[in-house]
């Protein structure tokens, strides 16, 4: 009953979404503004009925409904009630339709909150959004509909993937689509100054917050899909330059080069068409990621859905949608001139200039390597695929450029610096920065990119803390108060500024972490049989006994391993699972944080009796990654807590 | 912007969206194995159904398919009629020969395999510990490979082997002796 309720629910929100399509259109052309309230309108019933639809397919995993195709294919009677709730998007159809679902609650939000304050470009940003949920609900409904009942419904479900049957996996997918999804907005926003001939910022201003809250969910969602990578796949690291890992990494860059050049547009009206060149790529490489998924024209470990209509399907929706876009920027571009020449290159609008060559160029390294074997395999047949070798090379170095930038960028005047002001600004860290060369030759880095790594985070941390203990003393000394209200304060006055360098400062530490992990890491691959061990850095590993454990739905063979070393001493639990309706065993990493390293130890096949293969890995500061994308996420936060500054624009 | 960076970007929007047209017909579980055209690494193990070994340098001198499957393989349910058929189509043949390779499996449960969907009567080498498999590079079930009279690996197939498949690849290959 659930899933014919949802299945209704899901047409009507399709037709309604034809009118959010066309009724905006209809308004404009007749000049009729009851028009666009009724678009309005549909945009809440949208919401309110894909609400419902997400409800009716929850309910029928939790209600154990096999005779719905979806249900069946993706739980069982045994799966637990967690996994049972979000196992609506551990497949194909379903994470569509939660595609669809977080579109339409935007596009509700922006309708309700943009509805007053922006009555010229509302109307085309209703009907463009409209048009986005038309794509992704035809895509629903008839493509790959999770609404299909089995006429010979079954006893069981198959059961979610067991690697699905995780903490990390259940979050990953709602926090990258959120990103995905989010950017339509500020796309919407884009699409529609540029039609009605008003991109001189103001859209900028009203999207910096969704830019902003798109960017951060989806850094949450790669980090999540990081961190998972690591600890239930088991190969010891956490990022392959997997395709689709690059697809959601493309739009990140993108939207790193956006956020800032837009304060460039808002302080000196300049980079107009760059901004919406930025924000369309973005989006177009959001919905990229979405057609590499879900397509199958690459393989990747996340191709799981193969089905060629469909993949035919998001291409038209993808061409439609680009040269729509890119047309209309090319065509309606001249009419934008920026107000304002560059005037020196020592400037901020200057830095931030260069910090988009970089990202951009990063992007298209990124992309490179992408396609790069596709175009291989459809030019010639042959295989290849191009993995971590080209990216280390190729992208790391331009990373290292953006790392530069990073200090200076903040801490330079907008227009034009003297001379003087570099040397003050800049002299000490960059004195501080070389003298952690030596230091960083003496703990053992030798890898040029290692060394240049961590001069330039030394570098960027000097020129960071150096502003605001600058701006504190200032504070302290004008308004006779401590250090902790000068902070308070100085942080309350401008929560864009200083939320910007708590990002800055939470990517230095995770540069810090993959720096430890991504050159110091030991691994070992060893045979154990009980009573055997090894050392591993200071660590000495026993492996005291072989067992089996048991779960609901899954058994596994388990290793328990005594790791001791001075002042300390833990046990380490690696498993091999088995779920019961899935003969691929998984690997359950057994992990020790601590702050400066993770010893990381892996169970592997029996090789003879009593005789089992291991890894033992030693993960220096890997948890500096997550660590560091947590400081990022408040550093994020805290700069969505200012608003617009309409003012500053009026000038 | 200038007409110049319009061209630019308006062709690379093409060429990207042209690739992807393209590479739709493509099957990304079709990889072609490193092995084809180098000596078939030999093996000898014991029969599913008793009897001598199976030995695969002891079929020198004949074109020979060898399959790779298990019991607990979902394809290989789909794949196994066209292989009865196709044992029993060259059985009289005295240029090819088919053997299977049963990895990661029980003796049990294969044999009732056999019984449960028609036994097409070649021999089967059991490879319980996957050293066969890992050998010849096999990452799935089933795969299928063609070896020459010299001992050379001439083809790979990845997934189930299609009705027809004897005569639109096998054959082409055996007649011409050409790459295919």
């Known amino acids: 009953m659930w899933i014919e309720i949802a299945h209704f629910a899901t047409l009507l929100a399709l037709f309604l979404s034809l009118v959010l399509f066309g009724a905006p259109l209809a308004g404009m052309h007749w000049k009729n503004m009851a028009w666009v309230r009724v678009a309005r ?90 048009s986005l949920q038309v794509g992704f609900l035809l895509l629903v409904v008839f493509l790959s509909s999770p609404f299909v009942r089995l006429l010979d419904p079954p006893l069981d479900g198959r059961d979610l993937n067991p690697l699905l049957q995780d903490p990390g996996m259940v979050f990953h997918p709602p926090f990258l689509y959120m990103g995905y999804v989010g950017f339509a907005i500020p796309y919407a926003f884009a699409m529609a100054a540029l039609i009605t001939a008003q991109g001189d910022g103001e859209w900028i201003l009203a999207t910096r917050r969704w830019t902003l809250f798109s960017w951060i969910m989806l850094t949450i969602g790669i980090v999540f899909g990081a961190y998972w990578a690591y600890y239930e796949l088991g190969w010891g690291g956490y990022w392959a330059w997997d395709p689709v890992e690059n697809a959601s990494f493309m739009p990140w860059l993108t939207g790193v080069a956006f956020l800032h050049s837009v304060m460039v547009q808002e302080r000196r009206r300049m980079f107009k068409t760059w901004n919406l060149f930025l924000i369309i790529t973005t989006f177009a490489l959001s919905l990229l990621g979405t057609f590499l998924v879900r397509s199958g024209v690459l393989s990747s470990v996340h191709a799981f859905a193969t089905d060629p209509g469909r993949g035919v399907y998001i291409l038209m929706f993808m061409t439609v949608l680009l040269l729509f876009s890119f047309g209309l920027l090319t065509t309606k571009s001249d009419q934008l001139q920026g107000a304002t020449q560059l005037e020196s290159p020592w400037s901020r609008e200057f830095s931030f200039l260069v910090n988009n060559l970089f990202l951009v160029a990063g992007a298209c390294t990124v992309l490179l390597g992408t396609l790069y074997p596709l175009a291989v395999e459809t030019l010639s047949s042959a295989k290849v695929s191009v993995g971590a070798p080209y990216y280390n090379k190729v992208f790391i170095p331009i990373m290292l450029g953006m790392l530069l930038l990073m200090g200076i960028g903040p801490c330079i005047p907008w227009r034009a610096a003297s001379l003087q002001y570099l040397r003050r600004e800049f002299l000490v860290p960059a004195i501080i920065g070389l003298a952690g060369l030596p230091a960083a030759w003496m703990v053992g880095i030798t890898h040029p990119f290692g060394l240049a790594a961590l001069a330039l985070i030394l570098f960027v941390g000097t020129t960071h803390l150096r502003d605001l203990t600058g701006n504190v003393r200032q504070r302290m000394n004008r308004e006779s108060i401590s250090p902790q209200v000068a902070l308070m304060r100085l942080v309350g006055r401008n929560q864009r500024r200083y939320g910007g360098m708590l990002v800055h400062f939470g990517i230095l530490v995770m540069v810090a972490g993959f720096v430890g992990s991504g050159l110091f890491q030991e691994e070992r691959n060893l045979l154990l049989s009980p009573g055997d061990s090894l050392r591993l850095g200071d660590w000495n590993l026993t492996l005291e006994s072989m067992g089996q454990t048991a779960r ?71 948890a500096w990654i997550w660590f560091g994308s947590g400081i990022v996420t408040i550093g994020v936060l805290l700069a969505m807590l200012q608003g617009r500054r309409a003012r500053r624009l009026a000038t | 912007m200038s007409g110049a960076w319009k061209i630019i970007l308006l062709g690379a929007v093409m060429a990207i969206l042209g690739l992807f047209a393209l590479g739709l017909d493509n099957d990304p579980r079709n990889i072609p194995s490193p092995l084809v055209n180098r000596p078939a690494s030999d093996f000898t193990a014991p029969a599913l159904h008793g009897g001598p070994p199976v030995q695969l340098s002891a079929l020198r001198g004949k074109w020979v398919l060898v399959n790779f499957w298990g019991s607990w393989c979902v394809s290989c349910v789909a794949e196994h009629p066209y292989l009865v058929e196709l044992a029993k189509k060259v059985k009289n043949r005295p240029d090819f020969v088919m053997i299977g390779v049963d990895f990661r499996d029980t003796p049990e449960a294969a044999r009732d395999f056999l019984a449960r969907h028609g036994n097409p009567g070649y021999p089967h080498a059991m490879d319980p510990e996957q050293k066969i498999a890992i050998d010849w590079g096999v990452y799935g079930a089933p795969e299928s490979y063609l070896v020459d009279p010299n001992g050379t690996i001439r083809m790979k197939h990845t997934g189930p082997l299609f009705p027809g498949w004897f005569e639109a690849r096998a054959l082409p290959l055996m007649e011409g002796g050409k790459k295919p």
């Open chain 1, 41 to 130: 309108q549909a945009a809440f019933w949208i919401c309110g009925l894909l609400t419902l639809a997400s409800a009716g397919l929850i309910v029928s995993f939790m209600t154990h409904d096999f005779s719905v195709k979806y249900v069946a294919e993706h739980a069982s009677l045994k799966l637990p009630t967690f996994y049972l709730a979000t196992a609506m998007w551990g497949g194909h159809e379903g994470s569509l339709l939660l595609w669809a679902w977080f579109l339409s609650l935007f596009v509700a939000i922006a309708a309700w909150r943009h509805w007053e304050t922006h009555p010229v470009s509302m109307p085309w940003v209703l009907s463009i959004l409209g």
């Open chain 1, 552 to 622: 609901r739905n899954w058994q596994a063979e388990e290793a328990v391993i005594r790791a001791e070393r001075p002042g300390e001493t833990v046990l380490l639990k690696p498993q091999k699972r088995v779920y019961n309706e899935h003969s691929q065993p998984t690997t359950e990493a057994a992990i020790h944080t601590t702050w400066r390293e993770d010893l990381y130890v892996v169970l592997g096949e029996p090789v003879k009796a009593g005789v089992w293969a291991f890894r033992v890995y030693r993960n220096p500061l890997i």
